[in-house]
């Protein structure tokens, strides 16, 4: 087995009462793919605002490439080495880019921050070609973008830093299903080609199923399984997740008798 | 977008949404300030020309609205009158707007006990009236523009800073802000950069219809006697200088200020309120 690039073991948070995140462990391979599954309200949000560092967690250890991301960033040259080790893509492309700022401005803007004295064009066509986008969107304002260019967006601006880890938070929800499956493959082949690591928090098990090598199912702030995406999906041991899977709707779907089966879980 | 601009009881029911009447006030603006920036050169006598041998003089070709008690020409007046008349507003509105938004911007971005600190103090002032706080400071400080100008400036900024603050806390909860911070960016970078150009325009409209209130305001301040030095020709300034004028029957030294100054001010908050409309409009 290669060497786990993301390590998370014990991870909890508590929001007054209630326990958002508990006793959460899990590790990802360099260069793997990890998908957290489970409904809304059940903490994988919050793991992933955790791991990038939106949300301090009350226990537990967050180490990428065996170095910790604990506690607030002090000062520039953290900020920017923790910004290197993982970066995030936002759920909705519409809300999580500055909409006075140009495509193209933002890119620089992160390339500026990260890697300063460098040339910055040459490096922008490249990201931007990386994403399906052409030079010709680079003026664009967001809001001159569909919600899958926007998306991609996103995508070429958290590669800009070179992560080591790309945490995606229901990164094609928000974007409609022709839309999604280009985004999945333009994923794919970007992992294909750097190497980068995803941690894939979504609902949809289908999404699981396309881009993920192995998956965790939250419910209620825990683990209640793990295992290869495969296995997991094609067999799962535990009830929550048999309930999730027959939950997507299909022919034949009975909505009351999930109803009934979630009540008695 | 969730923030709304602080206007005064009367004035709120002006609606701006109409076409005409926001060209015209917008029109009118330009030919205030155009005036305001002309008047040296505009000016047909000079203002301080004391001619009491024709005081109290109508309408001629001479002096196209009439002179003053002390035979001075209006029109000069009112010309050089706009001067001073903006440039205190745009004194009281800059030294507002800049202080208003650095306090409100720390207050919003940091929370906490600062938040408390910074809200509870400038609510403070609110609880002080702007024109009694002027009338105390130029009772200290004596004669001149500035002692009022600061005076106003004070007792506006919790206008501002109140409005740049809960822009500020709906804006930081917007995930492009998180995006900043995964990326590495400093809170002061992404406050500069990215949070102040979103809110301005609508803390700019707000500062538009301050300019209006602080105009008023400090006209008053001058028809008591306490802004503008005696001879500086000034719109509050000539109302106060022509009530003997109406006394004698001839008001159109003492009017016409008047009807200049309630003109700016429904000119500026028309402008201010629709600009914040389209504002509003704009933003997804």
């Known amino acids: ?9 014990g991870l909890c948070r508590a929001f007054g009462s209630v326990r958002a995140v508990h006793e959460v462990s899990f590790s990802l391979p360099a260069g793997g793919s990890l998908g957290i599954v489970g409904e809304s309200g059940s903490g994988k949000t919050t793991t992933a605002r955790i791991v990038v560092g939106l949300e301090q967690a009350d226990a537990g250890e967050v180490l990428v490439r065996g170095r910790a991301r604990t506690g607030r960033a002090r000062g520039r040259a953290e900020r920017l080495a923790r910004a290197r080790e993982v970066q995030m893509v936002f759920q909705d ?18 390339l500026r921050l990260h890697f300063p004295g460098t040339d910055h064009t040459t490096r922008i066509r490249e990201l931007l070609d990386q ?31 070179e992560p080591a880890v790309l945490v995606l938070d229901e990164a094609v929800a928000a974007l409609d299903v022709s839309v999604q499956a280009q985004v ?35 419910r ?46 | 977008m969730s923030a709304v601009l602080t206007r005064r009881p009367g004035l709120g029911r002006l609606r701006s949404a109409r076409a005409p009447l926001h060209l015209a006030c917008l029109g009118f603006v330009a030919l205030v300030v155009l005036a305001a920036l002309l008047a040296p050169w505009a000016a047909p006598d000079d203002p301080n020309a004391v001619d009491l041998g024709n005081a109290l003089a109508g309408p001629s070709p001479d002096h196209l609205l009439g002179v003053d008690a002390a035979g001075r020409d209006t029109l000069s007046r009112l010309l050089l009158g706009a001067r001073t008349s903006l440039l205190g507003p745009l004194g ?16 919003g971005w940091r929370g906490g006990w600062l938040d408390s600190v910074l809200s509870r103090s400038t609510e403070l002032v609110f609880a002080f009236p702007g024109m009694l706080l002027a009338i105390l400071i130029v009772s200290v400080y004596g004669e001149g523009l500035l002692a009022p100008v600061l005076a106003l400036a004070i007792a506006y900024l919790p206008y501002v800073s109140r409005l740049t603050r809960s822009l500020v ?74 009530q ?4 004698h029957g001839y008001p159109l030294s003492a009017v016409l200020p008047c009807v200049l100054i309630v003109l700016t001010v429904v000119a500026f908050n028309v402008v201010g309120e629709r600009w914040a409309d389209r504002v509003a409009r704009r933003t997804p």
Not at chain 1, 1 to 9: S, W
Not at chain 1, 227 to 233: I, K, Q, R
Not at chain 2, 215 to 239: K, Q
């Open chain 2, 244 to 247: 003997t004028a109406i006394q």
């Open chain 1, 131 to 161: 994403v399906g986008l052409g030079t010709r969107a680079a003026d664009a304002l967001p809001r001159q973008l569909s919600g899958g260019q926007r998306q991609r967006v996103a995508i070429a601006r958290a590669l800009a830093v």
């Open chain 2, 169 to 242: 806390l709906a804006e930081r909860e917007r995930p492009y802000v998180s995006a900043y911070r995964v990326q590495g960016h400093s809170a002061a970078q992404i406050c500069l950069r990215h949070v102040l150009p979103n809110i301005a325009p609508v803390v700019l409209a707000q500062s538009t219809i301050n300019f209006g209130y602080a105009l008023m305001d400090l006209a008053g301040l001058s028809f008591l006697g306490l802004g503008v030095p005696a001879l500086t020709p000034d719109w509050g300034r000539m109302v106060f200088d022509g």
């Open chain 1, 184 to 218: 999945l493959n333009l994923l794919a082949d970007i992992r294909e080609r750097t190497g980068v690591g995803y941690l894939f928090i979504t609902h949809d098990l289908g999404v699981v199923r396309c881009v993920t090598d192995e998956v965790v199912v939250m």
């Open chain 2, 92 to 107: 009281v509105v800059a030294f507002s707007t800049v202080a208003g938004v650095l306090v409100g911007l720390v207050a």
């Open chain 1, 93 to 110: 492309p519409y809300l999580s880019l500055d909409p006075r700022t140009s495509v193209e401005a933002v890119l620089r803007e992160t």
């Open chain 1, 220 to 265: 209620h702030g825990r683990i209640v399984e793990a295992g290869p995406t495969t296995e997991v999906l094609d067999a799962p041991r535990h009830a929550y997740t048999r309930l999730l899977l027959e939950s997507v709707p299909r022919p034949g779907w009975d909505p009351d008798r999930i109803a009934a089966a979630r009540r008695a879980l």
């Open chain 1, 1 to 9: 087995m290669t060497e786990a690039v993301l390590q998370v073991t």
